[in-house]
C-alpha cells in the first residue's frame, strides 16, 4: 500500500465556508489492531454539499464569554480560520477569586479520568486531601489514573483496543496523530458528545461554552463533536533572550534582519568568558526567512518548505552562524544538552524554545536571582521585510467521555468538566491549581497562591488537563506577563495564511518519516559537513522518497475543499 | 612482590607500567561517571549552574535533591512496592525455571520437545503490547502487582541457560542417586540444585534486576499511581517540564502547568537510587559469574 492518493481517502467536514477536513493517511497500517475498519471512504465523505457545510458548523457550541473574569491585559481576537485568540494577561492575582459556579457541579457520582503527567506523581486519592477537597467542592469523585505523559500513546493504544476505557479518558493531540485508525476506534470508544454540546445546547456548561471556538473546531471526528478540547496559544516557538544580561551590557534587543542577528551573535558571544550567542536557533529561522510552515501554494502548485529558495537562504546563514562558532559547543555536539539549563547559567544568551520554557526558566531561577529575566526578540524578516511568523493549532489535548455511559451521568460528567474549565481568577480555578488556601498554598507577596510543603507533595496537575480553559498568561511574574503579551500582539499580525489553515490533516505516514533523515541531511549542511549547494540534492531525494507522493496527497486535499 | 612460578618470566617494568596504565584508563572511563553523577546529585543548584551541567570539581554541597526525593512518601512507597515485587518476582520466576528446565533436560519427559519447542518460539516472536494486555486483561490483573510478575515470570534465554547447564551434568550422578531411591524432585533437589548454585545465582540476579527495573509493564497495566514502583515513580520526577521535548509548543505550554523543572541534581539523585541496589547485589553474585563460566570448561 505505497501509493498515494489510492491508499488515503480524504473527507469533507465543514467549518463556516472553510472546510474542516480530516485526511487519513491509511498506508501505514492499522495501529489500533483491535479497531481497525475497512480502509475508504468514511461517512461525510465525498460530494459534500453547502447543506453538509451548514450542519458541520453547527456542530461546535455556542460561544458566550464567560463575564466574571477580565484580562487586564486585552489579548487578540483571531479573526484567521483555526487560529485560536490571543487570550490576553494578568499582572496580578485576585485578591478574592469569585465563584465561578453556584451549584455544585456534580450529583455524587465516582468516576475514572485517565491523564498525563509530566511530574512527580501525587500520593493517590485515598492518601491526598487535595483530591479530596477539590472532589468535595465537585460534588462527585474524581478517581484519576495518572501516566506517564511520554509513554501514554502505548497505554492509551492499548486500552482502546482493549475496550478498557475508563469514563473520562485525555488524549493529547499529537498522540492522536500516532494512532492510524483513531477516526475509528473515536466512535467504538467515545462518546458522541454533539447532543450535549451542540450550539445552545451548551448552556448547562457555561464555562465550556467560554473556551474559544476554534478550538471546538479541533474536537469534531467523522462528523460529531467527540470530545472537550484544551485550548492552545498561536505560536509554536519564538527567540527567547536573556533579557537582564542584554539590558545590563545594552546589546541590541531588537535586531531586524539576519545580518544584524549574526553580528550581534560575533559581539555577544566569548568563548573565553564560556559565553556563547546562541542555542539551538535554526527553527525560528525558518519564519524569520519567509519559509512556509510546511506547504506553499503558488501557481496552482505545492512547494514544500524544503524546496523553496528560502531555504537554501536559511542553510546558508545557519552554516556561517556554525562556522562562527556563534553556537554553544555542548548544543553543537550533542543533541541533549540541557538549553535551559546553559541559558540559566549565562553560558548561552539567545535560544529558541516555546514561550512555557519562558515561565519555567523564570519559576526556577527568580527566587534565587530576583533580576533573572527573559524576553522574545520581537519578530523579524531575514531581509528586513514584513515578517513571518507561524501558528500552532487551536487545541492540544482532549478529554473524551467513555460510550455508552447513560445520559445522566453523561450530563454529570460533562457538568465536571465545566468545573474544571473555570478560567483563572476564580475559586475554581485557584482550588483546581493550587488547593486549599492556608492548607495548600499560602498567599506570598502581591497575593499570588505559593505551594505549601504539603502542596508540593499532594497537588498535581490534573483537574486541568480536564476542561481545558482559556489561554491568559497568568505567570506570577507581572513584568513578564506583560512582555509576553505584548510580543504576541505585536505578532499575531504577521502570522502565515498558508493553504491549508483550518482544514485538519492528518499527515501521512511515510511523509512524516521523512522528516527527522531528511533534516538530519540538512543539519550536515548547517553544521559545515557539506555545502550548501548539496541541497538541491537532498531535496531530490526528499521528493524522490516520498516527497513528491505527499505532494499528490496533500494537492487531493485542496481539490477536495475546492481551494484548488 | 609474590613469587613466581618457576616457569614464569619477571615481567618488565614498562610492561607493568604499560598494564598499570590502561587498567587505570579503563577504570577512570568507567568511574568517571559515576563520579559526576554522585556528586552532581549531592550539589547545590548553584555549583550546578556553575558548572553549566554535571559537576566535576566538588563545590558546595547538599543533600536537598535526597530530602526533597523522599519527602514525599510517594518515593519511599515504590521503593517498597519494588522490594516486594522482585522479590516474590524473583522467587517465582526462579522456581518455575529450575523446574522446567529440570524437567527438560531429562531427554525422557513428557512431550519435552515440543514445550521447547514452545518456548524457544517466544525468542522469535513477541506478541506485542495490545496482545499482552489483552491477555492481562482478561486474566483480571490490571491494577494488580501480579501484572508485574506473571506475564513475564518465565524468560525463555534463562530457562535454556539453566537447561543447558543441567544437561552438562552427567548422568552417572543423576543416575546413582536413582539407583539409591531418589525420587526426581530429591535429585533436583539434593544433586542437581548444589551442583548449580552458580548458574542459579546469576539467573536469579537477572530476574531481580529485570523485576527492579520493571517499569513499561507498569505503566501498562497499574492504574493506580499508589501501586507504581519506583522506576515508574522515578521517571516521573525525571520528566517533569520534558513535555517540551515531545514536539510542538502546544504540548510546552499544556504541559508547563504548576510544576517546576527539576534540578539536574535531582535528576541525578533519582539515577542514584535506582542504581544503588543492583551495585550493592552485583559484587555479591559476581563471583559466581566466573565460576559459572568455568565449571564444565576442564571436563570436556
Known sequence: MNTHPEGATTSRRGFLGLVGLSA?????GGLLGACSAPTGTRPGSGGATAAAADKLTSLTPTYTAFPGVKPDLPGTVSTLPGVPDVSGGFTRYPATPTAALTQKAGKGGTYKAMTPLWGPPPPGLADNSYFQAANADIGATVEFQI????VYVDKAIARLAAGDIPDIMVIPSWEIDKMADFNTAVDKAFEDLTPYLQGDKVKPYPLLANLPTAAWQWSVWN??????????????FALLYRKDLFDKNGWNTNPKTADELFELGKEITDAK???????????????TFRIPQEWRYENGKLVHKYETPEFELMLAFMQKVFKEELVHPSVVSSKGANEKDLMAAGQILVYRDGLGGWKELLQQHRGKNPDFAMGAFPVFAHDGGTPLMYHGTAAGIFTFVKKGLPKEKVEEILSILNWCAAPFGTREYELSNFGVEGKHFKRGDNGIPELTDLGRKEVAYTYGFLGGRPLYVDWPYPDAVKLNVEWQNASFQYLEKGPFDGIRVQRPSKYSGLQVPTEDKFTDIMRGRRPVSDAKQIVSEWQRDGGNEARDFYMKVLQDNGRA | MTTLPAWAERPSRAGTLLKGAVLTFIAVAVLFPLYMVVLTSLSTQEAVSAAGGLVTVPGELSLAAYEQLFAGGVVTRSVLVSLGVTGVGTAISLSVTVLAAYGLSRPGSLLHRPMLFLILMTFLFGPGIVPNYLLVSSLGLIDSYWSLILPGAVSAFNLVVMRAFFMNIPAEVTDSARIDGASEFRILWRIVLPMSKGVTAVIG?????????SFFNAVL???DNAKWPLQVVLRQY???GQALVVGQSSEATVAGGQALPPSLALQMAIVVVALLPVLFVYPFVQRHFTKGVIIGAVKG
Not at chain 2, 205 to 213: D, E, P, S
Open chain 2, 205 to 213: 540476579l537477572f530476574y531481580a534486576v529485570g523485576y527492579w527495573n
Open chain 2, 238 to 240: 525525571v520528566l517533569q
Open chain 1, 147 to 150: 501516566t506517564d505523559g511520554t
Open chain 1, 273 to 287: 568568558a564560556k559565553r556563547w550567542a546562541f542555542g539551538s536557533i535554526h527553527e525560528m529561522m525558518w519564519p
Open chain 2, 221 to 223: 497495566y497499574l492504574n
Open chain 1, 24 to 28: 487519513v493517511a491509511v498506508a501505514g
Open chain 1, 223 to 236: 462528523g460529531k463533536l467527540m470530545a472537550v478540547p484544551f485550548p492552545t496559544e498561536p505560536y509554536p
